[in-house]
């Protein structure tokens, strides 16, 4: 689940180590800011270096202004940028379309709960910059997701790995290997639960282009 060269900039570097990585990915940039989050706070949990107000403080501002500088790339440069670069990001034709439908169905639930969501939480911003979403409900939709975004994974490694410097031996290893394991297939499902998505959305689009049949 971790990727392995995370832990060695947390280490190193602490909190800006996590206040980057989130804000770029937040920003458009794909990295595993929500990896960043998580193996921080399970780090503060496990050896006490770093206080975790401070992860879920710099892992929250982090996704505020990243988002905003997203926002404003999109709205500044749109979805021309998008459609002729957006593969380098690895944003698709199809996950820019299925971003333009759901954004035009659930323009302030995608800010809130695409921070929750792993491609969206990438490229939410910048499609709302681009597709002209009012920056008001953007800014407050986009702190708040931001704040409990923070909050919910940063004390969720924080427990866990607090949990693990007190149990010992088979224990220990096994709690920390079901964790583990049930976060990657978290991680599966919600990769199939895309894929699943784009392809209705390709149905849809099928449909809506074919000419109604003739009476």
């Known amino acids: 689940m971790f990727e392995a060269w995370i832990h060695p900039l947390i280490v190193g570097y602490g909190l800006w180590a996590v206040f980057l990585i989130v804000m770029f990915e937040s920003a458009g940039v794909p990295l595993p800011g929500e990896t960043a989050l998580v193996s921080a706070a399970i780090y503060s949990g496990m050896t006490g270096n770093l206080q975790i107000t401070h992860i879920i403080g710099v892992a929250a501002a982090g996704a505020i202004i990243g988002d905003n500088i997203g926002f404003w790339v999109g709205r500044t440069w749109g979805l021309p940028l998008l459609h002729r670069h957006g593969h380098w990001i690895n944003l698709t034709e199809k996950r820019l379309a299925l971003g333009d439908r759901l954004f035009k169905s659930h323009g302030a639930k995608i800010v809130f709960f695409g921070r929750f969501i792993a491609f969206l939480r990438i490229f939410a911003a910048l499609l709302a910059g681009a597709l002209r979403y009012g920056w008001k409900p ?26 693990v410097t007190r149990l010992s031996g088979p224990i220990g290893i096994a709690a920390f290997i079901c964790a583990v394991a049930g976060a990657a297939g978290f991680m599966w499902f919600a990769k199939r639960q895309e894929h699943a998505y784009l392809e209705r959305l390709e149905r849809e689009a099928a449909a809506e282009n074919d000419p109604p049949p003739k009476i």
């Open 138 to 163: 953007f800014m407050f939709y986009n702190a708040l997701g931001g704040v409990i975004w923070a909050l919910v994974f940063g004390l969720g490694g924080y427990i866990f790995g607090d949990a």
